[in-house]
């Protein structure tokens, strides 16, 4: 069965600090994995997007990593800031075409 | 970045009434998706629409969700005939033509009394 777990369900930093959040998946075949930033209320907007061949992409402060052989993911958020309060979603794409499976993502609260 | 714009943010409704969702892309798309978010839980896969038709749909699409393309611009979901359980975040999301990307819109809150 295809799935995306994420950890930790919920995690508690200072503004400045840095942290880690985990994803594993058994989706498969596997097309690309992607790292979506969810403010409460809105749209996930998209952070980063990895294909097999990829194992690492970043943007700015977001750095996601990729392990196709283990099949895990991570999403390390560099000098964190307020606004990156969030819930962060792992999301996982069997064809380009097929329907993505989420995780239920990582609820991010950044404390000043 | 391709724009996705959702009308309205927000739904208030009955129960047993038909509600319809909209998603106005401004550009041109291959694929069209509807996805929900129950409160305090995961997105989750409705329906995805390719060239005017359905392509996929999850166990939730049953009989009472619809969607369509009326204009051949805006993509819209009805649900005939709501249902307490139906309250959530409802969001389209468009993958552009060359791209493997799907962009989201800011989503309805749908609200069922």
């Known amino acids: 069965k295809n799935q995306v777990e994420q950890s930790p369900q919920s995690l508690i930093i200072l503004e400045g600090k840095n942290c880690t959040l985990q994803c594993n998946y058994t989706v498969s075949p596997f097309s690309n994995l992607r790292w979506y930033k969810q403010d409460t209320g809105r749209g996930p907007v998209s952070l980063t997007i990895m294909t097999f061949s990829e194992n690492t992409k970043s943007n700015g402060r977001y750095t996601a990593t990729l392990d196709a052989d283990t099949k895990q993911s991570s999403l390390h958020i560099t000098a964190s800031q307020l606004s990156d309060s969030a819930s962060y979603i792992c999301?996982?794409?069997?064809?380009?075409?097929?329907?993505?499976?989420f995780g239920k993502g990582t609820r991010l609260h950044i404390l000043p | 970045e391709p724009e996705v714009t959702q009308t309205p943010s927000h739904q208030v409704t009955q129960m047993g009434q038909e509600v319809i969702l909209r998603c106005v892309p401004i550009?041109?798309?291959?694929?069209f998706y509807w996805y929900r978010q129950i409160l305090g839980q995961k997105v989750e896969f409705l329906v995805s629409f390719y060239n005017n038709e359905i392509s996929e749909k999850s166990e939730i699409f049953d009989d009472q969700f619809s969607v369509e393309r009326p204009d051949g611009s805006n993509f819209t979901l009805k649900i005939r005939s709501t249902k307490l359980e139906d309250s959530a975040m409802y969001f389209c999301?468009?993958?552009?033509?060359?791209?493997?990307?799907?962009?989201f819109g800011p989503g309805t809150r749908l609200t069922v009394l």
């Open positions: 999301a468009i993958l552009p033509f060359r791209g493997n990307e799907q962009f």
């Open positions: 550009s041109n798309h291959l694929y």
């Open positions: 999301v996982v794409s069997a064809n380009r075409d097929d329907k993505i499976i």
